[in-house]
């Protein structure tokens, strides 16, 4: 028999995370339920914090009492900020992190955050009564009872991965796919819609000629994102910049027939910072060069 909590949080990103942590600090007794406690807060795409905007909202949520802050500078291996060429207001840090590291320090103070359970599940839809929310139903057929549920799946609701041709189910690869909240919400009214990321190929770094790119160090002045004494990396790592040209261009487009982005297998709305290359390719086509980073 579950007791019942003040708040349950259904996913364990970066969102999630910090929700539950936000909850559990201010005093109410807080559930995370995530479906693989083997990749809470786990660094999905590129393994880097921060940036334009992002950068900003990341202090915003460490001023705040949040988590990102201090395990973004306690797994770096880069640190830039960005934009110094423009005014103050402008600059953006960016952290480089070591990915596994980020999300074994984010479990660790999960773990160590009084009042904070975690539990290993999938959430297959909410209990609600007379229109007030009661908690949820998992996957194992337990019924948890709270007072407030947080949605936090990120890409996990009735995920699709496309790959070329091909199309699976999946929250992202190698894990399943949530299913059973979205078309719970849909019969009490809400609207859905599903949107669109390209994720970049993981490369073997022994596979790559570095003599044919630019170097990018960190800057000598590691700054961080956290207002608190957070340790720095003593030595940093540095960045590999490369572009496409116009004969990558043209094998990429010699596919552009192949590509689900073009034959309408995917429907989601594309992203304003990470759309794949081809995209990239088609919507600026003025351009003779992307850069790769």
Known sequence: MFPEYDVIVVGAGHAGSEAAAAAANMGSKTLLITMNMQTIAQMSCNPAMGGIAKGQIVREIDALGGYSGIVSDKSMIQFRMLNKSKGPAMWSPRTQNDRH???????????????????????????????????????????????????????????VIHIGEKQFGGGRMGESKATGITEQLIQFGFESDRLKTGTP???????????????????????????????????????WVTYTNTEVHDILKSGFD????????????????????????????????????
Not at 261 to 273: A, H
Request: charged share 30%.
């Open 201 to 239: 190929p993981r490369l073997d770094g022994r596979s790559l000629d570095y003599t044919k790119m630019e170097i990018q160090d960190g800057d000598d002045d590691i700054v961080g994102f956290s207002f608190l004494k957070t340790e720095k990396p003593k030595q940093q790592r540095c960045c």
């Open 258 to 293: 192949q590509s689900p982005m073009f034959q309408g297998r995917i429907e989601g709305t594309g992203p304003r910072y990470c759309p794949s290359i081809e995209d990239k390719i088609n919507r600026f086509a003025d351009r003779d060069r992307h850069q790769l980073l």
């Open 101 to 159: 590291l980020f999300a074994w320090t984010w479990r660790e103070l999960l773990e160590n955050t009084p009042n904070l359970d975690i539990r290993q599940d999938s959430v297959e839809g909410l209990i609600v009564s007379r229109g007030t929310i009661q908690g949820v139903r998992t996957q194992l057929g337990m019924d948890i009872y709270g007072k407030a549920v947080v949605l936090t799946n990120g890409t996990f609701l009735n995920g």
